[in-house]
C-alpha cells in the first residue's frame, strides 16, 4: 500500500476528472488492489479485495494531509470508498459508502474542456470512464480535422452510454452523431451531458438493442466515424467473444469511403489480436491504421491486459 500513499504525498490538486493511482497495472508491487480517482471535488478509493479499518484510516489520513497542503483554504476534504471484492464482482456488486465530507448533487465535473455528470455513490460505473481520456482526445482531433469537410463529419457511437463521445465529437465541429445504448438511463444522462455543454442540435438518441436496429442505424448512414466501445461481458446483451463479430461484419457497410472506425475493448483476458485477427477475417477491406495510447497515469505491467482502442480505416474511393 505504500506506493499508494507516496501517490498521495505527491500529487497536485486535481481540477480535472482523473485517475490518481494506477495499482491494478501491476507496476505497484504490494498495492495491487487499489485504485484512487479524482472526480473534483470528491475523491474516489476502489479496493479489488478486501480492506481493514487500518487501512482506510491510513489512507484517509494521508488525504487530510496532502489536501490541507494543496485545497484551497476552507475546502473540506471528501472521498467515497468502493469495495469491488472477487465475490461481489462475481455478483455484478459493490459496495460504496461515502468516508468524508460531501458529493455535490448534481455532481459535475470537467475533462479538456468538456462537462460531465458523474455519480460516485452508486454502482461501479460512474458516468464517465477515466480510462477513456485518450479515447476521447482522438475522436475531438479526428472530428476538428473534418469540420471542414464538404458535408460535414457524421459519427455514429455506439453502446453510447452516457455520450462523451458525441460531446467532444460535437464540440469539434462534427455535423451530427447518432448515440445508440439499450439504457434509458445512459442515455437521458447523455442527453444531460449535451445540455451541460450548450449543444442542442446534430445529436440522435436511440435507446435500442444494437442489434435490434440495424435497420434504422444503417439507414442514417453511411458515418465517417464509428465508435465502437461495447462493455466486455453484459449478461444478456453482450458477450465479447461471441458478439464483437456481429459488430465487425457491419463495419463495411456503415462507413463511408475514408470512413474510420474507433473499436474498444476493456477485457484484461483478451488481446490486442482478438479484435485483429477478426478484423482481419471479418472485414478485411478496412486497414489497420493505430493503437491508441491509454493516459499514461493507467501503464500497466503487460500492455496486452490493458484497455484496447484499435483505429481502422475504410478505403477511399
Known amino acids: 500500500m505504500q506506493a499508494l500513499l507516496d501517490a498521495i504525498a505527491a ?21 495491487e488492489q487499489w485504485s484512487l ?29 496532502r489536501c490541507a497542503q494543496i485545497a484551497p483554504a476552507g475546502e473540506p476534504l471528501s472521498w467515497v470508498f468502493q469495495h469491488r471484492g472477487e465475490a461481489l464482482r462475481m455478483e455484478g456488486r459493490s459496495e460504496t459508502r461515502l468516508m468524508a465530507g460531501a458529493v455535490p448533487d448534481p455532481h459535475i465535473v470537467t475533462e479538456a474542456g468538456a462537462r460531465y455528470r458523474v455519480h460516485v455513490l452508486r454502482g461501479q460505473n ?52 447518432v448515440n445508440v445504448d439499450m439504457s434509458h ?16 442540435t446534430g445529436a440522435a438518441f436511440l435507446p435500442h438493442d444494437i442489434f435490434s436496429s440495424w435497420g434504422k442505424i444503417t439507414r442514417s448512414g453511411p458515418y465517417g466515424l464509428v465508435i465502437v466501445d461495447p462493455p466486455s461481458y453484459q449478461k444478456g446483451s ?32 483478451l488481446g490486442v489480436g482478438f479484435l485483429q485477427e477478426q478484423m482481419q477475417e471479418l472485414a478485411p477491406e478496412l486497414h489497420f491504421v493505430e493503437r491508441v495510447a491509454n493516459p499514461a497515469v493507467f501503464a500497466d505491467v503487460d500492455p496486452e491486459r490493458a484497455l484496447k482502442v484499435l483505429v481502422y480505416a475504410a478505403p477511399n474511393l
Not at 11 to 31: C, I, K, T
Not at 41 to 64: N, R
Not at 189 to 199: C, D, K, P, S, Y
Request: glycine content about 10%; aromatic content about 8%.
Open 37 to 65: 480517482d479524482a472526480y473534483p471535488p470528491v475523491f474516489v478509493l476502489t479496493s479489488f479485495a478486501p480492506a481493514t479499518d487500518e487501512d482506510l484510516a491510513a489512507i484517509g489520513a494521508a488525504l487530510e494531509a
Open 238 to 269: 453482450f458477450v465479447a467473444t461471441k458478439d464483437y463479430a456481429r459488430l465487425m461484419r457491419r463495419l463495411p457497410d456503415l462507413l463511408a469511403p475514408g470512413g474510420h472506425a474507433l473499436l474498444c475493448l476493456n477485457a484484461p483476458e
Open 126 to 177: 460512474h458516468g464517465l470512464f477515466l480510462d477513456m481520456a485518450e479515447g476521447r482526445r482522438w475522436v475531438r482531433s479526428f472530428a476538428a480535422a473534418r469540420s471542414t469537410d464538404r458535408y460535414g463529419l457524421k459519427v455514429l457511437n455506439l453502446f453510447a452510454y452516457t455520450c462523451a463521445f458525441s460531446v467532444v465529437a460535437l464540440q469539434a465541429g462534427a455535423r451530427h452523431v
Open 11 to 31: 500529487m497536485p490538486l486535481p481540477v480535472e476528472a482523473q485517475r490518481v493511482f494506477h495499482g491494478r497495472g501491476g507496476l505497484h508491487p504490494g498495492s
Open 185 to 200: 438511463g445512459a442515455i437521458g444522462v447523455g442527453q444531460q451531458n449535451h445540455q451541460l455543454n450548450g449543444i442542442t
